[in-house]
């Protein structure tokens, strides 16, 4: 899916309800939670006069809570509820973090 196409596709489901609920839908937000995850988008970013606001990046992100129901984590002996996974695979990515912390996936490290 070219960029443009997935920036209507999000554009439309934000703007339509009950098209946010179809499988086109669903895939275009959730390649744009990826491409959250990846670092090639953000939802805001600094600009020559200001930070800059990606509304479509946004939109994706308030549409990824209305699709996604929330589910029990757990860690250890503790308990979670939430609707974003924790983000998978950070040896692989170089990323530290120390207990209790958590990253959800979406997150961008550098």
């Given at each position: 899916m070219k960029r443009e196409d997935l920036i209507a596709a999000i554009a439309r489901a934000f703007a339509e309800p009950e098209f946010a609920e179809?499988?086109?839908?669903?895939?275009?937000?959730?390649?744009?939670?990826?491409m959250?995850?990846?670092?090639e988008a953000r939802v805001a970013e600094p600009g020559p006069d200001g930070w800059i606001v990606n509304a479509w990046v946004r939109m994706a992100v308030l549409l990824y809570f209305r699709?996604?129901?929330a589910q029990t984590l757990l860690a250890g002996?503790?308990?979670?509820?939430?609707?974003?996974?924790?983000?998978?695979g950070l040896e692989a990515q170089g990323i530290r973090l120390v207990p209790p912390g958590m990253i959800r996936y979406g997150a961008f490290l550098e």
């Open positions: 179809t499988p086109p839908a669903r895939e275009a937000v959730a390649r744009a939670i990826d959250l995850d990846r670092g699709q996604t129901p002996p503790f308990e979670y509820r939430d609707k974003v996974p924790v983000k998978r």
